[in-house]
């Protein structure tokens, strides 16, 4: 089975440009999951969705940053203008609300440098 | 809230060498307790994971148990390879499992 895909794998992008990062989540996962890493803050939640619906954004750094998730197989996470503090590993994950243990699943990330 | 405290790294080890990484947390009720790996350049895989008290979850020689009168879930392995170098978060998924909580991380580097 395919896992959670997301892309671009790695953008370097100049300040003040718009940077939208994808992710498809594995097939019958109702909920999708957007984090970020860096190395002074670690694993951050940024936002959640249940059934294409944001449940949580409170993890959401600023205006800046949006998400979408405009069906069960899509998600965005956009950032306009993008600043240099946004260089991070942007990971995608999701779940199925029957799987055992309540287990998510990550992508491989897409690794963003604003410079 | 929802918590997770790993011990600091990096630990360097020997090969053959036995390895815990310790992880305790604060959570309201019963929640299920993970090990994610991150290899580097890589994204974060599930390495094993418990959902009740006493439950121990094992793979790839690792093995971790659910310690509820501890809130501890530590990470261990019997003998260490070089393959085994990468980040270790431990994490908690709360009652509802809506989303993961992790700890700060701990990078294992294991030597020749």
């Known amino acids: 089975d395919a896992g959670v895909i997301q892309s671009p794998r790695h953008e370097v992008t100049e300040m003040g440009q718009e940077v939208t990062l994808r992710c498809k989540p594995i097939s019958g996962h109702d909920y999708l999951f957007w984090y970020r890493q860096t190395m002074m803050r670690g694993l951050e939640l940024l936002i959640y969705?249940?059934?294409?619906?944001?449940?949580?954004d409170s993890g959401m750094p600023e205006d800046r940053f949006s998400a979408k998730m405009p069906n069960a197989s899509f998600s965005t996470l956009k950032i306009q203008p993008s600043e240099p503090r946004d260089s991070a590993v942007y990971f995608c994950a999701s779940r199925n609300t029957d799987s055992s243990g309540n287990t998510i699943y990550f992508g491989e990330g897409s690794w963003l440098t604003v410079v | 809230g929802d918590s997770v405290t790993q011990m600091e790294g990096p630990v360097t080890l020997s090969e053959e060498a036995f390895l815990t990484i310790n992880c305790t947390y604060t959570?309201?009720?019963?929640?299920?307790l993970f090990w994610y790996v991150q290899y580097p350049g890589e994204g974060l895989q599930l390495l094993l994971k418990?959902?009740?008290?006493?439950d121990k979850g094992s793979n790839k020689g690792f093995e971790a148990t659910y310690r509820k009168e501890t809130t501890s879930f530590h990470l261990e392995k019997g003998s260490v390879q070089v393959s085994d170098s990468a980040v270790y978060f431990c994490?908690?998924?709360?009652?509802?499992?809506?989303?993961?909580?992790f700890g700060t991380g701990t990078q294992l580097k294991v030597e020749l």
């Open positions: 959570a309201t009720g019963y929640p299920s």
């Open positions: 994490a908690l998924s709360g009652r509802r499992g809506n989303k993961l909580t």
């Open positions: 969705f249940n059934n294409n619906v944001p449940i949580d």
């Open positions: 418990a959902t009740k008290a006493d």
